[in-house]
């Protein structure tokens, strides 16, 4: 588990496939850690945009 910044950790889960993890990201709240899976990054997906809004979302709070 690698912290990404404060309140904010990627956590490596190990996949039976070709690429051998996938990264969930925990985030802890005041109602304690979440974790988010943000999906697979295909055109059909909305992985990318919500894990960018996440991040805006965290280090919006951060810089606070």
Same mark, same amino acid.
């Given at each position: 588990?690698?912290? @990404? @910044?404060?309140?904010?950790?990627?956590?490596?889960?190990? @996949?039976?496939?070709?690429?051998?993890?996938?990264?969930?990201?925990?985030?802890?709240?005041?109602?304690?850690?979440?974790?988010?899976?943000?999906?697979?990054?295909?055109?059909?997906?909305?992985?990318?945009d919500a894990r960018?809004?996440?991040l805006e979302g965290?280090?919006?709070? @951060?810089?606070?």
């Amino acid at each position: 588990m690698a912290e @990404v @910044v404060p309140g904010m950790r990627r956590v490596r889960l190990p @996949v039976p496939f070709r690429r051998d993890h996938v990264s969930v990201w925990a985030i802890d709240t005041r109602d304690g850690w979440r974790l988010v899976d943000t999906g697979l990054n295909d055109p059909g997906g909305c992985g990318r945009d919500a894990r960018a809004r996440a991040l805006e979302g965290l280090r919006a709070s @951060v810089m606070k």
